[in-house]
């Protein structure tokens, strides 16, 4: 009786063991489940549409999870760096003068903009003597703007329309404003702007307030005063 009392026990005890490691290995499979659809979340938003790309040339999401992770290492290896102010400056000036251009030679001014994006890639530690490469690395730091780029590079500049040859210089000018965080600064100044604009009108409204207020007392002060 002992014997088999025992050897429910120890059955029972296994049967609770073997369901504890069941559980575990599921709870494990989840996390990494889980684990693995936050970091492709991650890598869709910040690649964007260069993350379709790369599954649709694959054929796999592994694969481009993969290959994205993989070139985020390399490219984190490189050194990349932002322009100097002075850097900046300059570069602002001679997108301005290639933008003038465009009004008489708009493929000679869309040319001229894809040299000088590589001029600032150059600049900032960016692979520029190989375009793979540098593409690459373009993707993991500005990949919204790479796609327009990308389109941009399938315009034939001897054969496309003036509108083309402008939308082409649109894409340029996207890739290149973020490249020499340009683009930033003019944000910064914006939001500066409203946030002046909005104190401006804080401090107008606390006078017309300030006002009202100071009439509406010399009124009823007025209209108490005995005749």
Do not use: C
């Amino acid at each position: 009786m002992r014997f088999r009392y025992l050897t429910e026990v120890i059955m029972s005890t296994g049967a609770i063991i073997g369901i504890v490691i069941v559980l575990v290995v599921a709870a494990a499979v989840v996390m990494l489940v889980a684990s693995g659809g936050l970091r492709r979340a991650r890598l869709r938003r910040q690649f964007g549409p260069e993350y379709d790309r790369l599954v649709q040339q694959l054929g796999s999401r592994n694969k481009a999870d993969a290959e994205l992770a993989a070139r985020q290492r390399r490219v984190e290896a490189l050194g990349i760096h932002e322009l100097s102010p002075e850097q900046q400056a300059s570069y602002s000036g001679e997108w301005t003068a290639v933008q003038e251009r465009f009004v008489d030679t708009p493929p000679g001014a869309v040319a001229a903009a894809g040299t000088l994006i590589w001029d600032v890639m150059r600049d900032r530690g960016y692979p520029a003597d190989d375009r793979d490469a540098s593409m690459d690395a373009l993707s993991v730091y500005h990949a919204r703007s790479l796609a327009g780029y990308r389109q941009a590079q399938g315009v034939r500049t001897e054969s496309a329309t003036t509108e083309q040859l402008r939308e082409a210089m649109i894409r340029h000018r996207a890739l290149f404003d973020d490249l020499t965080g340009l683009r930033r600064g003019r944000i910064q100044s914006e939001r500066g702007r409203i946030a002046r604009m909005r104190g401006r009108v804080a401090v107008s409204n606390r006078t017309v307030a300030g006002n009202a207020s100071r009439i509406a007392e010399t009124t009823s002060r007025t209209a108490s005063t005995p005749r």
